[in-house]
Every structure is written in structure tokens, then in C-alpha cells.
């Protein structure tokens, strides 16, 4: 990979659309993705704030997701990907000379889109990231990282009492709670998704859905998403992708009933664009 | 916009509720001439034949009721399909509306029919009646059209029939005060003058709604109002 093109960025904490200066948590300037010869992103602008979900929403191939790998440097180990421009978090570039890449992960969790537990148990699967990461000093302390995780992926009344099972026994539903879990577990500020529902039932996906939006309140969530009536229901913010372009952001609501952009108006209506 | 959904069928079901929409309008429109043209002429068969008409319209509120709640279950309607899908709902309950007031003209109609006619007060409610009939046919065809300046301009027409409302007001206070025999004509007439006027602010209400449609955002723009008749006193003497 080569390295990042830094640009100064010396107003991390700029004015938004509602005129109240906002700090954001994530900041993208200039990103273009190359995969080999091919362009994956055009000169992406984009600016996350904190404690809020943010949707990404596009046709396949977009640049969606490509975009959110980007935010913790997932794009790393695929070969022959490149990226330019500026990613910060918290105003600190990402891709900076001497940034701890397993460190950025722990705060910048990711949960995929088939849910993906490791082959141990319940317990395990949540205490990971925290023994790797050196979190808890004993066995005590690990209990609270995990029971807490836990609750707050509101998986604990489903398995408190079978916390040395199998996470692979689980629902898809629940193993999707289990991942979240295992995100929440290193303390993330961030939590990257990329379409966490897609596997799951209605009933599964409202769960997800209804936690998204109570994990807003510490964690500033971005989310790959097919679905639109999902980014319209737990999102405030949207950005549509379209052909690796970043084609229109802005709130959610706006983005849902009065589109600016044609490509957008298209693609949330469901027309050939 | 123009492009096609990539589900047609979603087309056909935004196209039937612009067709049921445009034959509630002009059904609308219809009953309102029918109306006035019956209590100008004092045609009792008319008028009957306008108060069986309302049925017609209220069946038609029916469908798109149940139309748009299917709609919006199955389609899940966004941005300009999600709006189309609201304000065909709203104009057909203004419409049908507008149906109820023709027939509440009519009924007065068959009322006023046995009396004594007064002055010239029925050649000024179908003048009004006209305004207000020209503002349906415009509005409808801003809709058909997507038109928003249209729209704008048959919103900005109803101080017209409000000037109207408020002259007629006085001239059939006058009427009561020359001879009170003609106080219950009168009254009737009252109602219907007032009925016209309602008309023409859901007319306002539906152009309200086309630039929403097209637009996306509620008319900015204060509506000017000159319906003076609730402070209208005339002194006797």
C-alpha cells in the first residue's frame, strides 16, 4: 500500500448545516481507493459526527463498503488496494507513519454481515478482544467486561446461563448480538457495520435495530445498508454512493422525502437511474 | 421525474391514483356548475340530480383511502413517490370536500326553489361560483402537469372569491334589512355563499399540497386573505 497524501486539516471542529459547531468523530478529505488499475472511490468528502448513525447506502458496487473498510484500515491487507487522501478520527490521521493498526481497530470495532463467532464459547467469543488487548488484570474484572458486553448488546437474559456453550449454537440473530458483544467488549468509540441485518429475520433485525439505536448514545455508528427502509428508520445521517462517487449526504429525513440529486431521487425510489 | 420504477407495476399503481384523482376533480368541478347553474335557474330536478351525484365522489374517497393504505404498505413509497402517495390522500379528502358543499348548495336549492327570489344574489354567488370553478380546472391541471407556478397561482386567486364572499355578505344583509320577509331566502343564500367560499380555500389547501408534491417543501409565501364578512356590520337607517 502506499502512502496516504496529507493534506492540512487544521479545522476539525467546523461548522454544520445547523450552525452549531460540531466536533466530528470521523473525517474523510480527498479519499480516492484504488483497487490495482481501478478506482473504487472518486475524491470522497465526508464528515461523521459523534453519537449519531450514519448510513451508507448505494447499489452494489458503489463504493459502500470499500468506504467503510477504509475507516479502519481493513483495505490493508487486501492486495493491490491503495488510498489517497485523508482519514482522521478524532482530527488524527489514521493512516499516519506509526499508527498502531490493531490499536485503531479496538476503537474502531467492525461487525460484518454474516454473523461470524469464533468456534468457542459464548463466553470466549466476548472476552477476546479484551485478554488480547490486555483489558482486565483477573478473572473478576473479565466477568464484568463480559457480562456487561453482554447486556449491552442486550444478549445477556438469552445466555447467562450458558455462558461456556458454543457461540456457533446460537440463533443468527443472537450470534449477531454475540458479535456486536464482542465489538463493544474493547471499549470501540466506533462501530463499523456493513449490513448487520442481511442474514437475519424481521424479528432478529428489529432487535439489531432497536440496539443500533440505543448504542448510539455512547458509540458513533456507521452502517452499510441494502435495505432503505432500515437507513430511514435508525439513521440521522445518510450518505448515497453511486459509482465510487459520494452523490449526496445529509439528514436522513431529507435524504428520504425530498432527495437534491437525481441519482438519489432514483436509487431510494427504486427507478432505473 | 420521469424515469420508470424498476417494479411497473409500482407505475401502475401511481398511475391509478393520478387517474382516480382526476376524475374525483373533475367530478368535483362538475357538481359545483351543476349546483349554482340549479339555484340560478331554480331547477328542482337539477339540484336532485346533483344531491345523488355526491355518491359518486364519496365512493371515490373510498377507493383512494384503500388504495393509498395498500400503497404505502407494499410499496414502501420514498421521496417523491412517498409524496405522491400523501397528497393524492389529502386532495381526495378536500375534494370530497368540495363535493359536500355542491350537494349542501343543491339541497338549499330544492329550499329555495318555493320562494320568492331576492334581488340579484344569485347572478353574484354563480359569478363567485365561476372564480371558483376556473380555480379547480387550473389546480387539477397543475397537478396533471406537476406545475408549481400554477399551483402558486391559483393559490394566490382565492382572495378573489374571498372579495367576492365578503360583497355578497353585505348585499344580502341589505336585502334582510329592506324586507324582513326576505330573511329566510337570505339566510339559505348565506350558506351558500359561504359554501362557494369554503370551496375555494380547499382549492387554496390542494394547490398547497401540488407545490409540496413538485417541490418537496410547503408554499414559503404568506397567503394573501381578504374574507372581511365575520367583521361585516351594517348599520340600519
Known amino acids: 500500500m502506499e502512502l496516504a497524501i496529507h493534506t492540512d486539516v487544521s479545522d476539525m471542529a467546523r461548522v454544520d448545516g445547523h450552525g452549531l459547531s460540531a466536533p466530528h468523530k470521523v473525517t474523510a478529505q480527498g479519499v480516492d481507493v484504488f483497487y490495482g488499475d481501478k478506482q473504487a472511490l472518486k475524491s470522497i468528502n465526508l464528515d461523521i459526527p459523534s453519537n449519531t448513525v450514519t448510513a451508507l447506502i448505494g447499489p452494489s458496487g458503489c463504493g459502500k463498503s470499500t468506504f467503510l473498510r477504509c475507516l479502519n484500515r481493513m483495505n490493508d491487507v487486501v492486495e493491490g488496494c491503495r488510498i489517497e487522501g485523508m482519514i482522521t478520527l478524532d482530527g488524527e490521521d489514521i493512516y499516519a507513519r506509526g499508527v498502531d493498526v490493531v490499536h485503531l481497530r479496538a476503537r474502531v470495532g467492525m461487525v460484518f454481515q454474516k454473523p461470524n463467532p469464533f468456534p468457542k464459547s459464548i463466553y470466549d467469543n466476548v472476552a477476546y478482544g479484551p485478554r488480547i488487548h490486555g483489558l482486565a488484570k483477573n478473572r473478576a474484572e473479565m466477568d464484568e467486561i463480559v457480562l456487561t458486553s453482554l447486556e449491552k448488546a442486550g444478549l445477556i437474559d438469552e445466555v447467562r446461563d450458558r455462558l461456556e456453550a458454543p457461540g456457533t449454537g446460537l440463533s443468527g440473530g443472537q450470534q449477531q448480538r454475540l458479535c456486536i458483544a464482542r465489538a463493544i467488549a474493547v471499549e470501540p468509540e466506533v462501530i463499523l457495520m456493513d449490513e448487520p441485518c442481511s442474514a437475519l429475520d424481521p424479528i432478529a433485525t428489529a432487535k439489531i435495530e432497536e440496539l443500533i439505536d440505543e448504542l448510539k448514545q455512547n458509540y458513533t455508528i456507521i452502517m452499510v445498508t441494502h435495505s432503505m427502509q432500515q437507513a430511514a428508520r435508525v439513521s440521522q445521517k445518510t450518505a448515497f454512493f453511486h459509482l465510487g462517487e459520494l452523490v449526496e449526504q445529509g439528514d436522513t429525513t431529507d435524504i428520504f422525502t425530498k432527495p437534491f440529486d437525481e441519482r438519489t431521487q432514483a436509487y431510494v425510489t427504486g427507478r432505473i437511474g | ?237
Open chain 2, 1 to 237: 421525474m420521469e424515469n420508470e420504477h424498476i417494479v411497473t407495476s409500482f407505475d401502475d399503481d401511481l398511475g391509478r391514483l393520478d387517474g382516480i384523482i382526476a376524475e374525483m376533480g373533475g367530478l368535483a368541478e362538475r357538481q359545483l356548475a351543476d349546483a349554482v347553474d340549479a339555484l340560478n335557474r331554480r331547477d328542482v330536478t337539477l339540484a336532485q340530480k346533483v344531491i345523488e351525484a355526491d355518491k359518486q365522489i364519496d365512493l371515490l374517497e373510498e377507493e383512494i383511502d384503500n388504495f393509498t393504505i395498500r400503497v404505502l404498505a407494499l410499496r414502501q413509497p420514498m421521496a417523491d413517490d412517498l409524496r405522491a402517495v400523501v397528497v393524492a390522500l389529502k386532495m381526495a379528502a378536500n375534494l370530497e370536500r368540495i363535493g359536500d358543499y355542491a350537494k349542501n348548495v343543491a339541497k338549499r336549492t330544492l329550499t329555495l326553489s318555493s320562494m320568492e327570489p331576492v334581488g340579484n344574489a344569485t347572478a353574484s354567488i354563480q359569478r363567485m361560483a365561476r372564480q371558483v370553478q376556473g380555480m379547480i380546472k387550473n389546480v387539477l391541471d397543475a397537478y396533471g402537469a406537476h406545475d408549481i407556478a400554477k399551483a402558486d397561482d391559483v393559490r394566490m386567486r382565492d382572495e378573489e372569491v374571498d372579495l367576492m364572499h365578503t360583497s355578497l355578505f353585505r348585499e344580502l344583509l341589505t336585502y334582510m334589512l329592506e324586507d324582513p320577509r326576505n330573511i329566510t331566502a337570505c339566510t339559505h343564500l348565506l350558506f351558500v355563499a359561504k359554501n362557494v367560499e369554503r370551496i375555494g380555500d380547499h382549492v387554496t389547501s390542494i394547490a398547497e399540497n401540488v407545490h409540496f408534491l413538485v417541490s418537496g417543501e410547503m408554499p414559503a409565501e404568506e397567503r394573501p386573505k381578504s374574507d372581511l364578512s365575520s367583521e361585516t356590520v351594517i348599520e340600519e337607517g
